[in-house]
């Protein structure tokens, strides 16, 4: 089987590179060798011929993305289409990474494969555009992850939460993070895993949430980073509207699968996913922190 991996520089797509290449044809595609947002540009898949077609492709910058809604329709919206469209023509399934913000926050507990959308922001409305696009192509897949970190780090970015919590704290920075916003922390390796699984079982074509389990608030998680790290830190909690933002952000957007479980299909608590990810990148030693 041969699968296009578009992103595969970025944080998930790195995570994804390295779990399904021993089993598989994999092919991974940079910016320099698509470009979503030209239909042109995206007949090269047609050159490579995959089974499977992942998109990680995203422009996720969200208080940006209310400043640049043409960008952020083109490439999360406009660019998922074009994939779904050249991927139906090839008869490869389409698998779409999408996004917690596709909800409203309004739920306060975990959204499932069931909850219907309702996003509040530019990126949310975009990407849950590029899920209905996707569903063009019958064979589909569409995975939601949320607050995503990877060793690889996110592009454009300039890395991801974690990192840039650990950066404040050599620095010794004072540190604000809010306390009222609710989310599942994502390990990309953990995620990928579960794609791979979601191909290698065949599992029915639809929604599955791909989140670790578990929940937490942004100072919790920054919390957490800093009692595994076991370093002192002048660590503040801050209320949303503390913080100016010019997107609206759902206050609970912690997502669960109740799909997964039914095909044996598990995903460990962010904690843990969080230990190894610090160990991974050097932060702490994992014999001492055992």
């Known amino acids: 089987m041969r699968i296009a991996i578009i992103g595969s520089n970025g944080q998930l797509g790195t995570d994804l590179l390295k779990v399904l290449q021993d089993s598989y044809d994999v ?3 940079t910016h320099d060798k698509i470009e979503i947002t030209d239909y042109s540009s995206c007949q090269v898949l047609k050159e490579y011929r995959p089974d499977i077609v992942i998109n ?3 422009f996720h910058k969200t208080d940006q993305c209310e400043d640049d809604p043409l960008k952020t329709f083109l490439v999360n919206a406009i660019g998922s289409r074009n994939i779904a469209v050249i991927s139906n023509e090839i008869n490869a399934t389409t698998v779409f990474i999408s996004t917690d913000y596709v909800f409203d926050g309004s739920k306060n507990e975990p959204y499932t494969e069931a909850d219907i959308p309702n996003p509040i922001n530019t990126y949310g409305i975009s990407k849950l555009a590029g899920e209905f696009f996707t569903k063009q192509n019958a064979k589909h897949y569409i995975i939601r992850v949320a607050s995503l970190f990877g060793v690889a780090g996110a592009s454009g970015k300039g890395g991801n939460f974690v990192e840039t919590m650990i950066t404040k704290a050599n620095k010794k920075e004072t540190i604000a993070v809010v306390d009222d916003m609710w989310m599942s922390p994502t390990y990309t390796r953990d995620a990928a895993g579960v794609i791979r699984e ?9 929604i ?3 989140s670790n389990a ?3 608030t942004w100072f919790q998680f920054a919390q957490e980073i800093f009692r595994l790290k076991g370093v002192d830190v002048s ?4 209320k949303t509207d503390q913080i100016r933002s010019k997107a609206k952000r759902p206050r609970f957007s912690a997502l669960r699968s109740i799909e997964l479980p039914k095909y044996g299909i598990q995903i460990r608590r962010w904690e843990e996913a969080l230990r190894d990810y610090l160990i991974q990148k050097g932060h702490i030693d994992g014999v001492r922190c055992r």
Do not use: E, M, N
Not at 198 to 206: C, D, N, S, V, W
Not at 235 to 238: A, K, N, R
């Open 235 to 238: 660590l503040t909690p801050v």
């Open 214 to 216: 578990g929940y937490c």
């Open 27 to 29: 092919i991974g595609l």
């Open 208 to 210: 599955y949430h791909a």
């Open 56 to 58: 990680t492709a995203a």
């Open 198 to 206: 979601i191909i290698a079982k065949g599992l029915p074509f639809g």
